[in-house]
């Protein structure tokens, strides 16, 4: 089980990481900046595999890569919300971040124990006793997810 | 291919400020016979021209476009096409990133073609500190490795930039900034991505994309004074929301397209990705044709903007009907840009800054707009005005028309063109419970300054009024 981090409508790039980072050597570096307008403490109590929970347009504005990668660097695998922005959810697959489209993520509440079974395509949320299915990612999208981004899935192939 | 292509090609690819020697008839066709290899931005222009079907087959302008690019009879929307890409563009927020990734990752160490790949300092200009410095010292090594010759740094917004000198109806351009959506302005394909994506295309020059459904606003009617393109845009994401065209492409058409400026069209295709749009589509006409011909780029390919013209009352997803005549100035309010209210429930908040640029509205119709609104006029003593010229050509256009002298009389600080204060992390950064009203196109939480600033989006008369009242005002209270 893992913490839910709850968000809400429209989290844009900008509070993911703030513009001001950017120019940072690394990503780790940036890291230490994650979500700062929004919780100036995130990335000290974050702890690697707990969920990031938006609700709509999560990951709008911005088309900052670096928005995922600092997310991916505090150790962020699955990120649940009603629906992403384009750009947002397309640098999540080519990070090896799962986007989670569901609606469940209204319902569920900040610090929530949670589960996401990848297999199964199973959410649990054991605080509310609640479970909820989703579309298991197959094909293509899993290839790239299971090599951890795009990037390494075309390497991957290269080297074969 | 004729002289005259050939004529046109070299002026596309040599017209630029730095190089605007006259060639006679003779260098002119020497030229072109030897660089027919080496001009390789108009290239796809030219194939596609050859390859152009006669027919549209009842697709959108914007479905015709990416079955071009995909060698197609046909796509449709939802399907996900392998496309050739004519341009790509990254800045420096992004191009550090997009090395890293092509080089470390993609174990890539050359790009595919370094003529079709433009790459623009605009986010931070001048340098503000040491860290930056270092970014625009990388970027400067790596064009100069990669033999790339469309590098840019102190020429202005990158999509300014990219108006002026790279864009052309019916290409299919993509960069790694989400305002990149702004070309379907002048009737090409353009879209936002993200590092990953642009490496992939830097490494081969293609990429896949899921050919989006077309929303078709209908624009009725003409803009009353003192409603402007920024009103239409505005009003549009209250409208379907910041979400409402995710994975769309936003058509403007309708009788009152045409009453539109390119400049007014920029604006409003510029922040469809405020709504989530992938993309954006203005069907070229008389105006676009006329436009690229003051940019001293002449746009020729007749063929290409009838068959986009035949375009036009293909089948959509939908249809919006919007009545230019009944807008009004509109406010998007902190902090979400779909946070739209009337500026009549605003009017009189007071302000501390206010902010004349950007990608969305840092033209020379929106400097004139400011500064005819300006002229013998003073900003209130508690306020700041910032004026950044979008590019170096609308720079030097406003000094020529004399505006400069109007902000600088007026008390602004006039700055060197870039993304200044629209991006939040160089020049005119705010303090806690500070309020600043702008002509950018994003008012998140922190986005110039610390997360308990405030920023209200507006037109540039209205962001000029308030200057002057030091409130939120509508411009014909300082007429």
Redesign the interface.
Known sequence: MALAWKFG??I?T??II???Y????TIKDMAKFTM???NPDFSNTYKEGDVIVGE??FG???????A??VLKELGVRVIIAI?F???FF??CI??GILPIEHPCAKEISDQDMVSVDLAKGEIVNQTQNKTWQFNKIEGYLEEILNAG????Y??SK?GK | MSLFHLIHLIQCNHGSETNQQILNNEELIFRAILSQIIIHPLKNFFLSEKTMANTTNGMTATEYIIAQHAKRDRVKPGEIVNVSVDLCMSNDATTLLTEKIIKEQMKTQKLWDPDRVIIIVDHQVPADSVDTSIVQQQMALFVDEQGIKNFHTTDGVCHQVMLEKYVYPGALILGADSHTCSYGSIGSVSSGIGSTDLAAIWASGETWLKVPETIRFILNGTLQPDVSAKDVALHIINLVRANGLTYKTMELAGPGVTSLTVPQRFTICNMAVEAGAKSTMVIPDQSVIEFFETLGRPFINVSLIENLQKTQHSPCHSEIQIHLNELTPQIACPHYVDNVRPLSEVQGLKMDQAFLGSCTNGRIEDLREGAHLLKGKRIASNMKLLVTPASLRVYKQALDENLIPIFLDAGAIVNHPGCSTCWGAHQGILAPGQRMVTTGNRNFKGRAGSPDSEIYLASPSVVVASAIKGELTHPKEVR
Do not use: M, T
């Open positions: 409508d429209n844009d900008d509070q703030p513009s001001q950017l120019v940072l050597p700062e307008p929004q709509v347009n709008c504005g911005s088309s900052r890569e670096q995922p990668l629906d922005a384009r750009i397309r640098n080519n990070n981004g795009l990037a390494a075309i390497a290269k």
